[in-house]
């Protein structure tokens, strides 16, 4: 069965951030649930950036589920690209990237990326001076 991967952030009304939203998606409807970054204190708006990964009829029902939950979320329709090629691993990206998904291999002095960390902000995009950094936008 094939698998799917979104990245997207969801808010969650005050009321809702002590409920085991989450653990629900997970157990109810077998997805695997990354989470990226996370802004939640009990009885305030709470933030989340995550992963979710399962069937896209799973995906679409956890969605469902989220929506009934009062829970609003924004899909991601970009990813970050790092072309290679044009990277001559000055470090310059990686001074600018919150999430760590940037760093230098001090042993060979090579930028690796771990695109599981990524929060899509772009700070890399403007950072890098050769354009090794790009985003992408799919539908
Ligand atoms: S700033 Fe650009 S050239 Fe420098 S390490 Fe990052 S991607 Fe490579
Ligand atoms: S888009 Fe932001 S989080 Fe992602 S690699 Fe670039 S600086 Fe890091």
């Given at each position: 069965m094939q698998l799917q991967k979104i990245k997207l952030f969801m808010y969650f009304p005050p009321e809702k951030t002590d409920k085991p939203i989450t653990y629900r998606l997970v157990k109810d409807y077998d997805l695997m649930f990354n989470i990226l970054q996370a802004q939640i204190q009990p009885n305030k708006k709470g933030r989340l950036m995550a992963e979710l990964e399962g069937t896209a009829e799973n995906i679409e029902k956890g969605l469902q589920y989220l929506k009934d939950q009062g829970v609003q979320y924004r899909i991601f329709n970009k990813n970050i690209i790092w072309h290679e090629e044009k990277c001559?691993?000055?470090?310059?990206?990686t001074a600018v990237c919150p999430s760590r998904a940037l760093s230098m291999d001090?042993?060979?002095?090579k930028l690796t990326f771990d695109h599981s960390k990524c929060?899509?902000?772009e700070l890399c995009v403007k950072a890098c001076p050769l354009n090794a950094m790009d985003v992408n936008i799919f539908l």
């Open positions: 001559v691993h000055c470090g310059a990206c001090r042993n060979e002095w929060l899509i902000c």
